[in-house]
Structures are given as structure tokens and as C-alpha cells.
């Protein structure tokens, strides 16, 4: 299994851009996240999905949009990039366990982001 | 989500256990104590989670308080492998999957 792969590895935007991330799992995972990470800190949750076809915002998903068509991939959007934007990207999935709950995440390598 | 406080960092020799502390003061009773740590230059990868007794895998364990307030994760052997960003947090059970990221502590791991 590849598991969690992202593409592109790296991108150079400039400013009013678009562009879009593509996840993808072979995993057979209900659930995929996308977050990013700025230098030094720890990540923060864009947006999330529970399954194909649904999607929710997370901690900071302004200027992101997101959809899930497939069960095994899970694409990620900028309409118009900012330099704000700029950061490392991690797409990541889990698995349902008993209850409902999710098991642990799994990541992908990320997607290096500069806006210019 | 409770938050939970780590040291920024830590540093080990080589072949030395290493003890990274955790602190959640504010833990609810449903609340379970995720590890994750991040490599320089990779993804988070998943270590070891509990919810009130101690716990072990193939990588780490893993000491609960008796009161939840505060948590260890223990690497019995560190190598230089080991060195990376630890993430110590915590996620309710009903509310869903979310993870969220705090700062970490950062371990060093001299040969």
C-alpha cells in the first residue's frame, strides 16, 4: 500500500493563483483531513471530511475550499492564493473503529506551498 | 478542546530512556491522550494513545497519572532516529475525529 500520498510534493503560486491539492488514500479510510503548518508551529486543521460526499470546516478554512467525490481522494482548493498562504500542507486519513469513533491519522508527506 | 502543555524542548544521549512529560490539568473524563510525532520534513505519525491505564507498543509507552492530569511518554532506548517534534494531545471521544496540534516538544538526540 502507498498509503497517504500527496501531489505536488512543491509549488510556487503568485499572488491571485489558483491551484488545487490532490489526496489520496488506499487505505479504504472514511475520514481525511487537511491541515498546514507554518514554520515553528504545530498544525492547524483546514477542513475535514466523514465520507464521500460530505465536508466541514475546521480551525482555519477561509480562503480553502474542499470536496470529496471520490472515497480515496480528497482535493483541496485556492481560488485566489495570498501570500498568508503560504505554509506546508498535510493531508492525512483514519479509519472508523467500534462506535463510530476514528482510529488513529494517517499522514501524507506534504505539499511545500509558496505564494508570492 | 482541553489543552495540554509540553516543555518547547528536550535533549537525550543515545541508547538513553527518554521521559517527555505532558500536562492537562483540564482533562474531561472522556477525553483520550494521543501521541504523535513529526520528523523533520515528513507528516505526524501516530505513537501511542490511552485513556486511564498505562500503555505499550512496539514504539513507546505510555504512564497516566492516577488523577489524568498529566501523562509520559517514555522511549526506553532513544536513537538518533528518534529526534523529532512530540505531540501530546488530547481528543474526546464523541467529538469526533479532529486533532488538534499544539506547539510540541522538540527532541534532540545526541550521538
Known amino acids: 500500500n502507498a498509503g497517504v500520498t500527496q501531489t505536488p510534493k512543491f509549488r510556487v503560486l503568485k499572488t491571485g493563483q489558483s491551484m488545487t491539492l490532490l489526496c489520496a488514500q488506499d487505505?479504504?479510510?472514511?475520514?481525511m483531513y487537511w491541515y498546514r503548518q507554518d514554520p515553528g508551529m504545530g498544525l492547524r486543521l483546514i477542513h475535514y471530511?466523514?465520507?464521500?460526499?460530505?465536508?466541514a470546516k475546521g480551525e482555519v478554512p477561509d480562503g480553502y475550499n474542499v470536496s470529496r467525490l471520490k472515497k480515496q481522494n480528497f482535493l483541496l482548493g485556492l481560488e485566489s492564493a495570498a501570500p498568508s498562504q503560504t505554509s506546508v500542507y498535510f493531508c492525512?486519513?483514519?479509519?472508523?473503529?467500534?462506535?463510530?469513533?476514528?482510529?488513529?491519522?494517517?499522514f501524507g508527506p506534504g505539499t511545500r506551498l509558496t505564494v508570492l | 478542546d482541553a489543552k495540554t502543555t509540553q516543555p518547547n524542548s528536550m535533549e537525550s544521549n543515545e541508547e538513553e530512556p527518554v521521559h517527555l512529560p505532558c500536562n492537562h490539568s483540564?482533562?474531561?473524563?472522556?477525553?483520550?491522550i494521543h501521541w504523535y510525532r513529526q520528523l523533520p520534513s515528513q507528516g505526524p505519525e501516530y505513537v501511542i494513545h490511552?485513556?486511564?491505564s498505562n500503555v505499550n507498543n512496539r514504539m513507546a509507552s505510555l504512564a497516566i497519572a492516577e488523577d489524568r492530569k498529566s501523562s509520559t511518554l517514555i522511549l526506553h532506548r532513544a536513537t538518533l532516529r528518534d529526534a523529532a517534534v512530540y505531540y501530546c494531545?488530547?481528543?474526546?471521544?464523541?467529538?469526533?475525529?479532529?486533532?488538534?496540534f499544539g506547539e510540541g516538544t522538540q527532541l534532540t538526540v545526541n550521538p
Open positions: 492525512a486519513s483514519s479509519y472508523i473503529i467500534r462506535t463510530g469513533r476514528a482510529a488513529e491519522q494517517f
Open positions: 487505505m479504504n479510510h472514511e475520514y
Open positions: 471530511s466523514v465520507g464521500e460526499g460530505t465536508t
Open positions: 483540564t482533562i474531561s473524563g472522556t477525553d483520550y
Open positions: 490511552g485513556l486511564t
Open positions: 494531545i488530547l481528543r474526546d471521544h464523541f467529538s469526533g475525529s479532529r486533532l488538534t
